[in-house]
């Protein structure tokens, strides 16, 4: 779309439109974590397998969530909120 102001192609706000007043948003960013976990096993290969399965022989560690990366923001999503009483 080319704004009628400026030729450029954009979103264009007209310079004589009135303010519009902003709006709040929830942005949920999404972001990756590791969680270990302690496992007893023959192997890392089984230990991984134990862990994967879900079959129960594998202890979360708690206190020990680390922060990895956040994911690209094509991923996240938004939403705006709304006051009370309104509808969506």
């Not at 990756?32 to 397998?49: E, F, G, H, N, W």
Request: with cysteine; glycine share 4%.
């Amino acid at each position: 779309m080319k704004c009628k102001e400026t030729g450029e192609v954009v979103a264009c706000v007209p310079i004589n439109q009135e303010w519009v007043e902003e709006k709040t948003f929830i942005v949920n960013v999404r972001k990756v974590y590791v969680q270990p976990y302690r496992v007893k096993a023959k192997t890392s290969a089984d230990a991984i397998r134990i862990v994967s399965s879900g079959d129960g022989n594998a202890e979360i560690m708690d206190n020990f969530l680390e922060y990895s990366h956040t994911l690209d923001p094509h991923t996240w999503t938004v939403e705006e909120m709304r006051e009370a009483g309104q509808n969506r």
